[in-house]
């Protein structure tokens, strides 16, 4: 009869990093990807500045607020009617409104509260971002 040996006993293997290293690498990569995503801009371009432009040429459908508080459309004064009438003309989904920097707030919280009761569309405020402009 003949024996079998007995198994020599191996030490337990250590777990392997390289799964983890490589599940790093991708999450690095993606990250360089998708922080990319967007051209850079160009440091030797200086933006142009738009001091004497009338934004009123662009779009004749918005309102504008004055400092006074006064509605004008496409140079027009006109009245909380007439300023719906006029910048939804077109079937335009929604009322945007152009607030002057200097028109007080309360004022302008009134404006805005005739003009929701006067129309049911939504209603957009234009503003400009802070430091995006010479003042």
Request: aromatic residues 6%; proline residues 9%.
């Amino acid at each position: 009869m003949r024996r079998l040996r007995t198994p020599l006993r191996r030490p337990p293997e250590r777990e392997s990093t390289i799964p983890l290293i490589n599940v790093v690498f991708l999450l690095l990569v993606f990250f360089i990807v998708a922080g990319t995503l967007s051209a850079p801009r160009d440091t030797g371009i200086d933006f142009a500045t738009a001091r004497g432009f009338d934004p009123a040429a662009l779009d004749p459908h918005l309102v504008y607020v004055d400092a006074a508080g006064g509605l004008r459309v496409a140079g027009r004064a006109v009245d909380v009617p007439g300023a719906i009438a006029a910048a939804t003309a077109g079937d335009r989904p929604r009322l945007t409104v152009v607030p002057d920097r200097r028109l007080e707030a309360a004022r302008f919280l009134a404006i805005l509260a005739e003009l929701r009761a006067a129309t049911d569309r939504p209603i957009a405020i234009l503003t400009q971002r802070p430091g995006s402009a010479d003042r």
